[in-house]
């Protein structure tokens, strides 16, 4: 079955025809409007209720049919989720840096939602994977202690907010307690502390001439405070990981791990739900308390970061993170392959076309009952939904390009 999938224009999104988000959308929907000022910042493929997809040509939503027939997911889903769809797919188009944050494991997110239901509005945990669909930037997870150590004896303004005593106990004693608190007293400082560090090192950036070579960091501390100003998560590029992924290349997040992402198009799997602990960088609600509390102080180099995929055949890399809520086929057809068969999967998924298109869809069993027939070409941009216990037979047809696909599954 096809779906037609909700856009979010969330301000933080690339505008007009630069987003993937616009770019999938626009060549299905030929008729969508897109314009240079519009940001098209999220595509969402699933049943949330905030965007939920509508099968094209009946008008029901994804949700609605789901519950007419919750066969279409898989017994082991429905055994383990009940009769709903565990996920929510997306894609990302990603123009300014959206708030650091983290998500809580499964107990705290439903010790959050019972005590203020109000900001933390379900008692889910919300782990998340990222494909890169362009080179992507992000922050996530500490730094090496040592890096830690160097940008806190090279930068006098980043001591300043995380305050001398705790730099010290940091530098001799460099460990999870004690980058606890620098990023306690960090995350802490008062308005005018923060403003006056941020200001100072502007300035002393702006002195610095390009003799000196170009510096990621320092451009990507005047990136964030042009779009930030007075934010003090600005500091936080010291303290954290800077991940730059290539297309492809994947992202585990999950609880307690610090992340903020900066730049680029992804491909985003996540459990359904809305448990977010924000801290800087957002004019959002932030709850420095409970982000100090809770984050994972654990240090190492942005490597350990990436996630690695599982080769399960010539054309398919499945993303399988330690979670039973989802996992991602990435699958790549190159150009000159007659057809390619993607495998039945125990649960119900989402299959994407971002790339090159197919003809002769086959499915094997056929849909159930009443259910819409799969149309009989797919092109970039087109949605499908597969009921689980099902395979489908594509036929790259164009020749010079290859087919690049992901697909939503569980692995349970
Ligand atoms: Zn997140």
Known sequence: MELECAVQ????????????????VKAVQPDLEVTDDQPFAELWMGTH????????????????????????????????????????????????????????????????????????????????MTIALTPFQALCGFRPAQEIARHLKDLPELRQVVGEDAAQSFTENPGEETLKTC???MMNASIDTISQALTQLL???????????????????????DKYPGDVGCFSIYLLNYVLLQPGEAMFLGPNVIHAYLLGDCIECMACSDNVVRAGLTPKYQDVETLVEMLDYSMGPPENRKFEGFKMDDYTILYNPPVLDF?????????????????PVESASILLVVEGGAGGIETSPSAPGDAPSPPPTLQRGSVLFLPAGQSLTL??????????AFRALCVL
């Open 9 to 24: 224009k969330y301000a933080w999104g690339v505008c007009g025809m630069d987003s993937s988000v616009a770019q999938l």
């Open 49 to 128: 209720p905030s965007g939920p997809s509508v099968i094209k040509g009946s008008g029901e939503t994804l949700g609605e049919y789901i519950r007419h027939q919750p066969g279409v997911l898989g017994f082991p889903v429905i055994e383990k989720f009940g009769e709903q769809l565990p996920f929510l797919f997306k894609v990302l188009s990603v123009n300014q840096a959206l708030s650091i944050q983290a998500h809580p494991n499964k107990k705290h997110a439903e010790e959050l939602h019972s005590a203020r239901p109000e900001v933390y509005k379900d008692p889910n945990h919300k782990p998340e």
């Open 183 to 185: 990023f306690s007293t």
């Open 203 to 225: 300035d002393r950036f702006s002195q610095m001439d390009d003799g000196e070579g170009r510096d990621l960091l320092r451009e990507l501390f005047q990136r964030l405070h």
């Open 327 to 343: 996992a991602v086929d990435m699958i790549e057809v190159p150009s000159g392959v007659d057809q390619y068969t993607l495998r």
């Open 395 to 404: 036929r790259p047809t164009k020749q010079n390009s290859r087919l690049l």
